[in-house]
């Protein structure tokens, strides 16, 4: 019995690994009779060697699918083990994870097995079992099965603090060309239902404190890059759409791994896309967090992001007449633009400047990259450029060669 | 009575936060700058020049502290503690240069200029140990025992362990656990209704290992921990691979109670 568990979980949470989103952030529970709570700031709990954080115990239901998603591991065509929890099994790992503080909760995925229906009812009734019967309060995120009916995801929404309905590819017409079951519509469709639900569960809940809460922890996607010719152009645009139209929490980019190799609809290569993977994951940090909007990033003449620097870089070497910063004067919003400065010391420059002048050693202690910013700051000690730097020059200076780019890089 | 102390004398207090106000109270009262504060504890053989003990008094420690709230925020003054709990070398005297200006100041507002060095210090001081707060309420591993409770071991940089309570009083409220700091030697146990502090004495635990005798362990345990590590394996990409990544988020001296970076004799234990 133990040996069969353990079989299924290396089969299991193997075939689930290539799903990238983990975070256990964005919801509050607790309750005093129950096991668990979930923090607003959500807690890793251990690191693969891979640098990728555990926070969820992050598996699949199944791995037998009715599909045949060209870049998928579990797709039928594939001769691979299957195999397959029961709700009770699925209910019992996840507690005894909980208790023993491994996990900050359960991330529950699955094949496509029968139907989308019965599929999305078996994940439902793991989240109704914890929440009901085991009185579970720790995080929960479920994946909507595309083409589920409305009622499942309805009933999924009041147990689950995260639902994710995955985009996989980039563009419709790809994506009905590497998986020729799906569509946009498959996809958009139970996104806006919870986008909805979750609206709707806000408002009532301003009004009733009682009111049931919905996926409170908001909803998030996936998407494959590099599987697919799209631009980054067109991702960093659907992300864009995403998190305005949708209202998403997150989209994830994940680098094609090429699991089926003999697959000829997708490309040959030789390593995941990581650097251009990371590249996204900041252009999306940009627009999250320091008020970009997708076209100023990436436009019809620069498609792509320049591999060899940041974003944050990029745009300010196209746009040098908005530069220098004067870290005394200038709006929040214009700090945050420099090059090497972060949303946290942005804060600190605005809620200091009253006490004083900002010098170059104050900027050093708070974690700013001067190598980067001081061709875009005037300060204390950079009263004024001494010279005109041109975009040019600075991108010279900057991409002195370095450690080889490319393998060891920062995913977040 | 006021006596005038050379100039470089230096104060031992007993280790305790309240031990260290009375040598704030104290250098106040005597108008000298410390040459030194340490704890009796720490290095004490080493300490050259004069010094003085200072006694624990409650009632002077109190007046430091409500004196401090009457010049910050609750919210501040509670970071003045969480620093001090890092246990850094020079945390004392730091604190006492930050002290010092903050009784000094007239503006009300001092303890908020992050351009001042001591400030911002103290407020990184802080975030040390928050950080590290934060990352054990992650790197903690119970191990179930017969009886049902459940049992973690730490050894984290900074003295967090008290600060670890609430967190895990609220995630587990019905079950009964001992989170046990190895290296400072005292624990906390919650007993389903509050946390108390307690000094293990026997020897069913392994310090070294951090792991129950076999006797006093759950039957299930060994079981979950073996499905943990499986897990930890399985859901490892290997064209992914980057451990310095991975050693960035989890430095390895946090590594020593994690079952999943430990198993002897290959990947499964």
Known sequence: MKQKILKKLDILADAAKYDVSCSSSGSSRSGKDGVGNSVKAGVCHSFTEDGRCISLLKILFTNHCIY?????????????????????????????????????????????????????????????????????????????????????????????????????????????????????????????????????????????KKAPRFVPAGQSTQLIVGASPESDLQILRLASGFYKEQNLKRVYYSGFIPVNTSDKRLPAIQQPPLLRENRLYQADWLMRFYQFSYNEIVDENNQNLDPGMDPKLAFALRNPQLFPVDLDKAPYEMILRVPGIGVRSAKIIVANRRFGRIGLSHLKKMGVALNRAKYFILCRDIPSPSRVLYPEQVRRKLLKPKSPLGKQLSLF | MTRILSENTGYLYDGTFDGFLCVIFKAFEYRSEPAFILPQNRNTQMVLGDFIKVVTDPEKAKRVWHGLGNCTNQRNTRLVHVAFLSELPEVEMLMWRYLKKVFRDKSGRFYLNMLDDDVFELVQTARKVKKEVHRFHGFIRFQKTADGMYFAPIDPDHNILRLLAPHFKSRFPRQKWVIYDTRRNYGLYYDCSMVREIILDDHKINFHSGNLAKEVKDLDEDYYCSLWKHYYDAVNILERKNHRQMKNFMPKRYWKYLPEKNKPGGTTG
């Open chain 1, 68 to 208: 045949d998603c060209a870049y998928c591991v579990n797709r039928s065509s594939n001769d691979i083990k299957r195999s397959g929890f029961t709700v009770e099994e699925m209910v019992d790992l996840t507690i005894n994870f909980y208790k023993r503080n491994y996990i900050e909760g359960l991330f529950l995925s699955s094949g496509v097995m029968v139907s989308p229906d019965y599929t999305m009812e078996r994940l439902t009734a793991v989240a109704r079992r914890l929440r009901q019967q085991e009185k579970f309060n720790g995080y929960i995120h479920l994946k909507a099965i595309p083409g589920a009916s409305p009622d499942l995801l309805a009933e999924a929404g009041l147990y689950a603090d995260r639902l994710s309905v995955n985009i996989e590819i980039p563009s419709e017409q790809n994506l009905k060309l590497l998986a020729p079951e799906k569509n946009f519509p498959s996809v958009y469709d139970p996104m806006n239902q919870i986008h909805q639900a979750i609206s709707i569960s806000k408002e009532e809940r301003k009004k009733y």
